[in-house]
């Protein structure tokens, strides 16, 4: 089918189809005497976008109008109605208006306008997640209990009965921190202004025999030498150290010795004179560097000013030429108003990190969480026990080709005041997230089920991952990945297109259920065009008779249909509910009919193709007689109005 072909079928379906008269005649003939005729609207194009021309407009009317052009790809229309309906409307409107309006500005090369949207967009969802955070809604315990028990633990050769932390690989070995030859016994290396001195040592691993442990002596100094990471060819080493410059120690402002990262080099045989990061500073501290897998970033953490919590985790690109660029804080949701520290990048893209701001076993716990194109997985994982404890867990790292790996912990079965683990990981950290769906897909009017309805998942770069059709109960079942948010959407032949949002969550099955609106509504004699054509209640003040505004919107839909069919004929009649004196009730809704009828002859349609009539209270749908207790709900029902076809 050619693009052209293609668009004259999308739009004829939108288009109102009559029966002429020699096939009315061929119809009548063949059914006998029954007097019918056949009306078919398309709501969406031919009756509220005429509407909206008239200058009639409500929430519902733009939300329809600008779905419409959207699934059917006429972007620029569907540009202009969603940037009238988020105009007037936006404080109303659900964060899939936003969605689609920055889809639709994404496909029209509007770049600068379409992130703007999607910002608002990312910012509704998110904040729907924060809620749920806080609400507590995620059973932490029982996701710490799924992700216990995959670690088998042993003990490391070379802890002292002081001090050992920060282990990180290097050529066929290790090289970690340690305060064993000064003999401080002092906790929590982790904090910025620890009391102790440190040093960096290493020692050999690739022996079936004990190594010996020695300093690397080109990287200490006096003062405090930690955490540290290696190039894979071992050529290069960040590290941390003290504020020392020139020899000296240097205090900030408050006398604090920050912490910095440093660089040194392996040329010509020996290691070059380590040299400061340039975004290092004396006014906060930089520590605890890790690299990703090509070596282009280097992850660290800091308090400088961006920081969210106490303590952040950062990225900064690492140029071709040797040059840093700009640091960037990793943000939600891996920083919270807490600490987070000792990041570690591992082959398989996952930021290890240990923090006290998620949820835990107690003082800093190891979390892990997946590291993507375009961000991160939306859910942090806690690594569970045996590696978290109650005690301080930190500087995980993981070879992910043997699953062997090292963490510190300063938990008092050690020998040390922090001690070394070596552990073996039996089962990899699950990042996946399936979230059961299910639902059945309707006839929005008669309530029937839609056999071979197709249903989608749809993410949010507007990417199908999913899809089914209904089964012969109108049922589908699918599943998404509810680390992200997700758009689900149900379509078939002759209906218009719904879809819904399910933002991110902790998997909990949902039910989702369509009531599909159809793209063509055929009408004969005796048809009410109010349910035909969806129309909201028609309100009018308590006790009057005159056509509110809102009201004006809804009976536009019914006079537009009139102008389409010259030879339409409407009676419309008024209904109220039981409550209030019958006589009363009757005359009432008798002048609401009149009334109905003037606005429409007061718009343009003929005086003999309209008949009015108000019922009062004598055609109840429901129980809710007189002496009948009833909800206000069960009284809506009653106070109706009704657009009956004559002819």
Same mark, same amino acid.
């Given at each position: 089918m050619s693009i052209k072909q293609f668009i004259t079928t999308i739009i004829s379906c939108f288009l109102l189809v009559l029966v002429n008269a020699q096939e009315k005649q061929e119809k009548y003939a063949a059914e006998g005497d029954i007097k019918y005729a056949e009306y078919s609207f398309s709501p969406a194009i031919d009756i509220y976008k005429k509407v909206i021309d008239k200058g009639f407009e409500n929430k519902d009317l733009l939300q329809k109008l600008g779905n419409s052009y959207y699934f059917n790809a006429d972007y620029k229309q569907a540009e202009n109605i969603y940037e009238r309906?988020?105009?007037?409307?936006?404080?109303?409107?659900?964060?899939?208006? *936003? +969605?689609? *309006?920055? #889809?639709?500005?994404? @496909?029209?090369n509007k770049y600068e306008k379409a992130d703007s949207i999607l910002m608002k967009f990312t910012e509704m969802t998110q904040n729907d997640m924060r809620s749920e955070f806080l609400s507590n809604s995620r059973d932490y315990k029982k996701e710490i209990a799924e992700n216990s028990g995959r670690y088998s633990l042993d003990t490391f050769n070379y802890n002292s009965e002081y001090s050992d932390f920060a282990p990180s690989f290097y050529k066929q070995g290790l090289i970690f921190s340690s305060d064993r030859d000064t003999g401080n016994v002092a906790r929590y290396r982790h904090t910025w202004n620890a009391k102790d001195f440190l040093d960096i040592y290493k020692v050999n691993l690739d022996s079936s025999r004990v190594s010996a442990v020695t300093k690397m002596d080109v990287l200490n100094t006096r003062?405090?030498?930690?955490?540290?990471?290696?190039?894979?060819?071992?050529?290069?080493?960040?590290?941390?150290?003290?504020?020392?410059?020139?020899?000296?120690?240097?205090? !900030?402002? &408050?006398?604090?010795?920050? $912490?910095?990262?440093?660089?040194?080099?392996?040329? !010509?045989?020996?290691?070059?004179?380590?040299?400061?990061?340039?975004?290092?500073?004396?006014?906060?501290?930089?520590?605890?560097?890790?690299?990703?897998? !090509?070596?282009? @970033?280097?992850?660290? @953490?800091? !308090?400088?000013?961006?920081?969210?919590?106490?303590?952040?985790?950062?990225?900064?690109?690492?140029?071709?030429?040797?040059? +840093?660029?700009?640091?960037?804080?990793?943000?939600?949701?891996?920083?919270?108003?807490?600490?987070?520290?000792?990041?570690?990048?591992?082959?398989?893209?996952?930021?290890? +990190?240990?923090?006290?701001?998620?949820?835990?076993?107690?003082?800093?716990?190891i979390f892990a969480i997946k590291i993507l194109d375009n961000g991160y997985s939306e859910k942090v994982l806690n690594v569970g026990e045996t590696v978290n404890s109650s005690w301080d867990d930190f500087s995980y790292i993981i070879n992910d080709s043997t699953r062997r790996g090292y963490f510190a912990s300063n938990r008092p079965e050690g020998l040390g005041a922090d001690d070394i683990y070596e552990f073996l990981e039996l089962v990899p950290l699950n990042f996946e997230c399936i979230q059961p769906i299910t639902g059945t897909v309707r006839d929005k009017i008669t309530n029937e089920v839609l056999v071979g309805a197709t249903v989608k998942i749809i993410n949010e770069q507007n990417e199908e991952e999913q899809t089914t059709i209904t089964d012969e109960n109108g049922n589908y079942i699918l599943s998404c990945d509810c680390n992200k948010g997700n758009f689900v959407r149900a379509q078939t032949q002759g209906y218009l297109p &719904?879809?819904?949002?399910?933002?991110?969550?902790?998997?909990?099955?949902?039910?989702?259920?369509?009531?599909?609106?159809?793209?063509?509504?055929?009408?004969?004699?005796?048809?009410?065009?109010?349910?035909?054509?969806? $129309?909201?209640?028609? *309100? +009018?003040?308590?006790?009057?008779?005159?056509?509110?505004?809102?009201?004006?919107?809804?009976?536009?839909?019914?006079?537009?249909?009139?102008?389409?069919?010259?030879?339409?004929?409407?009676?419309?009649?008024?209904?109220?509910?039981?409550?209030?004196?019958?006589?009363?009730?009757?005359? $009432?809704?008798?002048?609401?009919?009149? &009334?109905?009828?003037?606005?429409?002859?007061?718009?343009?349609? #003929?005086?003999?193709?309209?008949?009015?009539?108000?019922?009062?209270? @004598?055609? $109840?749908?429901?129980?809710?007689?007189?002496?009948?207790?009833?909800?206000?709900?069960e009284h809506q029902l009653n106070r109706r109005s009704e657009f009956i076809i004559l002819e």
């Amino acid at each position: 089918m050619s693009i052209k072909q293609f668009i004259t079928t999308i739009i004829s379906c939108f288009l109102l189809v009559l029966v002429n008269a020699q096939e009315k005649q061929e119809k009548y003939a063949a059914e006998g005497d029954i007097k019918y005729a056949e009306y078919s609207f398309s709501p969406a194009i031919d009756i509220y976008k005429k509407v909206i021309d008239k200058g009639f407009e409500n929430k519902d009317l733009l939300q329809k109008l600008g779905n419409s052009y959207y699934f059917n790809a006429d972007y620029k229309q569907a540009e202009n109605i969603y940037e009238r309906l988020l105009n007037n409307y936006g404080s109303e409107v659900g964060a899939e208006y *936003y +969605f689609k *309006y920055g #889809q639709t500005l994404r @496909t029209l090369n509007k770049y600068e306008k379409a992130d703007s949207i999607l910002m608002k967009f990312t910012e509704m969802t998110q904040n729907d997640m924060r809620s749920e955070f806080l609400s507590n809604s995620r059973d932490y315990k029982k996701e710490i209990a799924e992700n216990s028990g995959r670690y088998s633990l042993d003990t490391f050769n070379y802890n002292s009965e002081y001090s050992d932390f920060a282990p990180s690989f290097y050529k066929q070995g290790l090289i970690f921190s340690s305060d064993r030859d000064t003999g401080n016994v002092a906790r929590y290396r982790h904090t910025w202004n620890a009391k102790d001195f440190l040093d960096i040592y290493k020692v050999n691993l690739d022996s079936s025999r004990v190594s010996a442990v020695t300093k690397m002596d080109v990287l200490n100094t006096r003062l405090h030498e930690s955490s540290s990471v290696s190039t894979k060819d071992g050529k290069t080493i960040y590290f941390t150290r003290n504020n020392y410059v020139d020899g000296k120690i240097k205090r !900030d402002i &408050a006398g604090v010795i920050r $912490l910095k990262i440093y660089k040194t080099v392996w040329k !010509d045989s020996i290691w070059s004179e380590p040299e400061q990061l340039p975004f290092n500073s004396d006014n906060y501290s930089v520590a605890h560097p890790a690299l990703s897998p !090509d070596e282009k @970033t280097l992850y660290f @953490t800091s !308090d400088m000013d961006q920081s969210i919590g106490e303590s952040d985790i950062f990225k900064v690109s690492i140029n071709e030429n040797g040059s +840093f660029g700009t640091p960037k804080n990793l943000g939600y949701p891996v920083n919270t108003e807490s600490r987070e520290t000792f990041p570690f990048v591992s082959e398989e893209n996952i930021l290890y +990190f240990s923090s006290e701001g998620h949820p835990g076993l107690g003082g800093l716990d190891i979390f892990a969480i997946k590291i993507l194109d375009n961000g991160y997985s939306e859910k942090v994982l806690n690594v569970g026990e045996t590696v978290n404890s109650s005690w301080d867990d930190f500087s995980y790292i993981i070879n992910d080709s043997t699953r062997r790996g090292y963490f510190a912990s300063n938990r008092p079965e050690g020998l040390g005041a922090d001690d070394i683990y070596e552990f073996l990981e039996l089962v990899p950290l699950n990042f996946e997230c399936i979230q059961p769906i299910t639902g059945t897909v309707r006839d929005k009017i008669t309530n029937e089920v839609l056999v071979g309805a197709t249903v989608k998942i749809i993410n949010e770069q507007n990417e199908e991952e999913q899809t089914t059709i209904t089964d012969e109960n109108g049922n589908y079942i699918l599943s998404c990945d509810c680390n992200k948010g997700n758009f689900v959407r149900a379509q078939t032949q002759g209906y218009l297109p &719904a879809e819904e949002y399910l933002p991110s969550s902790t998997g909990k099955p949902q039910i989702v259920d369509f009531y599909l609106e159809r793209e063509i509504i055929k009408a004969g004699f005796g048809d009410d065009l109010a349910k035909l054509l969806q $129309l909201s209640t028609i *309100y +009018f003040d308590f006790g009057k008779y005159n056509i509110r505004p809102d009201a004006e919107v809804e009976i536009q839909k019914v006079i537009v249909a009139m102008e389409k069919y010259p030879s339409l004929k409407i009676k419309a009649n008024s209904h109220t509910d039981s409550r209030g004196k019958d006589s009363f009730n009757l005359w $009432l809704s008798q002048k609401r009919a009149e &009334a109905t009828v003037a606005y429409m002859i007061s718009q343009g349609i #003929q005086a003999d193709r309209l008949k009015g009539e108000g019922y009062g209270e @004598t055609r $109840l749908v429901n129980q809710c007689d007189d002496g009948v207790r009833c909800s206000s709900e069960e009284h809506q029902l009653n106070r109706r109005s009704e657009f009956i076809i004559l002819e």
